[in-house]
């Protein structure tokens, strides 16, 4: 071991260990390390004082300020349980009911719009306008219809689905499967797509030509009119809320090809309390607003 001295350029004495030529430096601890070690002891101090700390066998210190993290997950709890007490009413009540009710309206458009926003806008738009093969849901006509209780049914169980009671609807293939010939299938098309468009805007010819096809194929589902069938599932052909496109070669397309729309079941999803906030959700986007 070295003696200890002087060292002469950061004038500490040093410890007088030397290791190869390389001698250590006895330097003082910095006064922040006393400072931080003290307010720490400090806080310690008022903590222990303060908040409930030390165990005394079969319970502990209360501390002054009497925190309790027990009693306030309680009282959380029933502040959420006071919070949500709508939930039963709104499972109790029928639509009619609470539709009626401002305040019960009020949460549904709120809760209604965070569920459909997780679980349906990914599909059919944030607005629920939908996009090509996925319905507007805020259009005057409705799949399987549009009072609250249909919508819930079809939320329930979905459409094709694969449910032991969904929804089922196919548009038959037309022209693809030799239903029908191309040039009945470019008429009917026309006659379909005049049910919506200007009148005189469609070739007169063709529409008339159309007509007598579309009586003799179409109208049991849609019905003479072309006002669709919500038992069926078929939708009005005379508005313009189009599921595939209401232009001539999206209706051609969907009488050649056919159509077979999915809808999942939310039966095992949601709860029947969401389901049926869902609903009137939906059914109020459908009213026209002031």
Partial sequence: MAVEERDPHSGFMTTGHEWSG??????????????????????????????????????F????LGADDRKSIARSLEQAEQARAWSKKIESA?????????????????????????NCAVCHGIDAKGSKGFPDLTAASTLWGGTPEALMETIRVGINSGHGESRSAQMLAFGRDGMIPRADVENVTAFVQSLSAAPGSIDKARVEAGKAIYAANCAACHGDEGKGNAELGAPDLTDKAWIYG??????FNSVWHGRQGQMPAWENRLSPVDRKILALYLADLRKPRP
């Fill in 22 to 59: 390389i001698k250590e430096l006895n330097t003082p601890v910095p006064r922040a390390v006393y400072f931080f070690l003290i307010a720490t002891f400090v806080f310690s101090l008022g903590y222990w004082l303060l908040m409930p700390t030390w165990p005394t066998g079969a319970s």
């Fill in 246 to 251: 209401g232009d001539t070669q999206s209706i």
């Fill in 94 to 118: 029928d639509f009619a009911a609470i539709q009626a009710d401002p305040a019960l309206m009020t949460i549904v458009r709120q809760s209604g719009r965070t569920l459909f926003g997780d």
């Fill in 61 to 64: 210190t209360k501390g002054l």
